[in-house]
Structure formats: structure tokens, C-alpha cells
């Protein structure tokens, strides 16, 4: 019950039943009874009064208690609890909301610890893997130093190698210099509203070129039931295309491979596809491979090199063009990426 309807009821309880009361025993009654039943008027006003009191002090004294025990919790830094406390009244939505609140709190506080884990994580995973380029480089410039690179030859392969490792290194500062700008939103995007068939095609034609060239096989379909217009940072676009097929490739274990890229309408959206027939991802995998540094051989000194920064930086650029990415996989048959980016809608201009 609301407050305010208590505080009406003992009002009318109190100061209007007892004065209609004794208004109506004054004109039907004789002046001796009167007497007597003021007297007992009194007393159940009193009794009445006392219970009104504590009816109301209940309805106001147990959400403050609760209230004054969460605000309590909180300030100590404690936010594992739970107000309870269901009521119809001021103090019920008082109490809801202040549970809302605690909830918005635990979860952010829940954020703040993933994103320092998460910092931890990307500081410890940096440094790995700069030190292993810099402890070869150290060995073999050490070996060329103590005179161990003792034929030209020798020398020649020391030299490649410290080339080859400076590169790898040089690599993944550029990429960790573009994921920082791109996760701390520095890259300024230059949107432009273009046919998305138009675009599609294009990259289309690039890639076949480039992966005929490397001897792999490359389709592509155009499944549009009409060409919309989407609205895209050209360069950004071909980088997210050019990682998804990067990653196609060096994950490709057949000979020869396949991939095909599929252009599709869907609603609000245009889908694009891009499926491979490489050595697959495993579904335990599936959800994390777009986390930064995410990668799903266990070492982090595969062979394959990579850093897994790539699929972080295309989520990114695909969720700033107001899309979303996922990956469907079958091990030992091949990963098929999926995602969407939002068409351009006109907007009717009313005459
Ligand atoms: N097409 C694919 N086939 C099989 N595995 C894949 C494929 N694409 C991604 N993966 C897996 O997902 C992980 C994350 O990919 P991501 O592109 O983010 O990193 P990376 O390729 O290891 O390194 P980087 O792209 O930064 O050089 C990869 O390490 C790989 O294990
Ligand atoms: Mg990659």
C-alpha cells in the first residue's frame, strides 16, 4: 500500500471517524452517556492512534534498514548482495531501483576487471612476442660476432635470418600501432556511399588475381536481389577482406585450395561470406578467435607466425560500420566467415 495512503487512512482513522462519531452520539444520545462514551472514544482513538503509528513507522523502517545495510555494502566495495524487498509502495521502487543500481555497478566493476586482466594479458603477450625475434636476432648476430658464420654462405644465412626476424618484428608493431589507433577510435574513417555490388566486384577481381597467382582456386558469387547502396571506408573494407583471406591462407592445409566468396541480401543488410577449405577451427575456439591476441594453437611460436591481432582489428572496423562478424567452422573441412554490413536507406524527403 502507498504511503501516502496509510498517512490518509490514519488521518480518517484518527480525526474524521471519532469527530463524526461524537457529532452523531451528541445529537441522538443523552448528555450522561455522552460522557461515558467519550471517555470510551478516547480510548480506541489511543489504541488506534498507536497502531496507525506503528503500522505506518513498519512501512517506513524496514526498506530504510535494508536501504541503510546496501548503501553500508557499497561503500565498503562489497556489490555481491541482493535488495529484497517487495512492495507496491515508494519504498518498493526505492528499493528496485536501488538494486538496478547495484547490479549497473557490480556489472561495470566486473568490466573494469576483465579490461585489466585483458591489459595484463596484452602487455605480457607484447613482450613475448617481441623477445622471440629479438633473443634470435641477439644469437645470430652474437654467432656472427664469435666468428661461427665462417663461410659466406654462413654469413649470407645469418644475415636472412636476422632480416627476415627484423621484418616479423617490424610487422607486428604496424599492427599493434593500428589496433591502438583503431581501439582508441584514431583512425579517422572516410565513409563514402558506394554500390555494394560495385565494390564487391572490384575486390573480387583483385583477389582473383592474387590468389590465382599463389595457385589457389577463387569463386565468387553475387547472390543480391537488387544492388544497394552501403555506406563504407573503401580502405578499411579491403583491409577487413584482405585479413579474412590472409588467415585463409595461412591456415590452408589442402592442396589446392579453395575459397569463395559469396556476396548475399539480407534484409537491412549485405551479407558477405568467405569460405575456405583449410584445416578448420574448433568450436570450443569458434567464439574467442576475435579477441585480441586470440589464437588457437596452444604455443604462441607456431610456425605460422601471426600474433592474433587480425580478427580483432577486422571486428572492430566491421562493428564501426555498423555490421557484426561471426565464423562458422568444421575441423578438417574448412571455416566460412560471415558479415553484414547495414545498406544506406534513403530517407524520403517529404514534399
Ligand atoms: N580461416 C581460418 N582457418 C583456420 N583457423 C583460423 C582461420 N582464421 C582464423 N583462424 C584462427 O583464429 C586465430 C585468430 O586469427 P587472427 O587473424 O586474429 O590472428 P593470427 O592470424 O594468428 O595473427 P595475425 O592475423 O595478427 O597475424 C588464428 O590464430 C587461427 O588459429
Ligand atoms: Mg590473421
Not at 547495484?102 to 579490461?115: G, I, P
Not at 534484409?267 to 570450443?284: H, L, P, R, S, T
Amino acid at each position: 500500500m502507498k504511503l501516502k495512503t496509510r498517512l490518509f487512512i490514519t488521518f480518517v482513522s484518527v480525526m474524521i471517524l471519532p469527530t463524526i462519531f461524537t457529532t452523531v452520539a451528541m445529537y441522538t444520545m443523552d448528555p450522561k452517556q455522552v460522557g461515558e462514551m467519550q471517555q470510551m472514544f478516547l480510548f480506541i482513538i489511543f489504541v488506534t492512534a498507536a497502531f496507525l503509528i506503528f503500522w505506518i513507522y513498519r512501512a517506513v523502517s524496514v526498506p530504510l534498514q535494508k536501504l541503510q545495510e546496501a548503501a553500508r555494502n557499497i561503500k565498503e566495495g562489497n556489490l555481491d548482495f541482493e535488495l529484497k524487498y517487495e512492495a507496491d509502495d515508494e519504498f518498493g521502487q526505492i528499493c528496485r531501483d536501488f538494486e538496478e543500481m547495484r547490479q549497473h555497478l557490480k556489472m561495470n566493476a566486473e568490466e573494469k576487471l576483465q579490461y585489466d586482466r585483458e591489459n595484463k594479458e596484452l602487455i605480457s603477450n607484447i613482450s613475448h612476442d617481441l623477445k622471440t625475434p629479438i633473443t634470435a636476432i641477439k644469437g645470430y648476430v652474437e654467432g656472427i660476432m664469435d666468428g661461427v658464420a665462417d663461410t659466406p654462405e654462413k654469413m649470407d644465412r645469418y644475415i636472412k635470418t636476422i632480416y627476415n626476424k627484423a621484418n616479423e618484428m617490424n610487422i607486428l608493431i604496424n599492427e599493434l600501432t593500428l589496433y591502438s589507433k583503431i581501439d582508441t577510435n584514431r583512425i579517422p574513417y572516410n565513409f563514402t556511399t558506394i554500390s555494394a555490388k560495385n565494390y564487391f566486384d572490384d575486390c573480387a577481381e583483385d583477389l582473383s588475381m592474387e590468389l590465382e597467382s599463389k595457385g589457389t582456386m577463387f569463386w565468387y558469387h553475387n547472390e543480391m536481389t537488387e544492388d544497394s547502396k552501403i555506406i563504407v571506408d573503401t580502405e578499411q573494407m579491403r583491409r577487413v577482406i584482405s585479413n579474412i583471406i590472409n588467415n585463409s591462407l595461412k591456415y590452408m592445409d589442402k592442396q589446392p585450395g579453395k575459397i569463395e566468396m559469396t556476396l548475399k541480401d539480407v534484409g537491412d543488410f549485405v551479407q558477405v561470406e568467405i569460405k575456405d577449405n583449410g584445416k578448420g577451427i574448433e568450436a570450443k575456439d569458434l567464439p574467442r578467435i576475435f579477441e585480441r591476441f586470440y589464437r588457437t594453437d596452444a604455443s604462441r611460436n607456431s610456425s605460422k607466425g601471426g600474433s592474433g591481432i587480425g580478427l580483432s582489428i577486422v571486428k572492430k572496423i566491421v562493428e564501426e560500420h555498423g555490421g557484426n562478424i561471426w565464423a562458422t567452422s568444421k575441423i578438417g573441412e574448412g571455416t566460412t566467415m560471415c558479415f553484414v554490413v547495414r545498406k544506406y536507406q534513403e530517407v524520403p524527403i517529404d514534399e
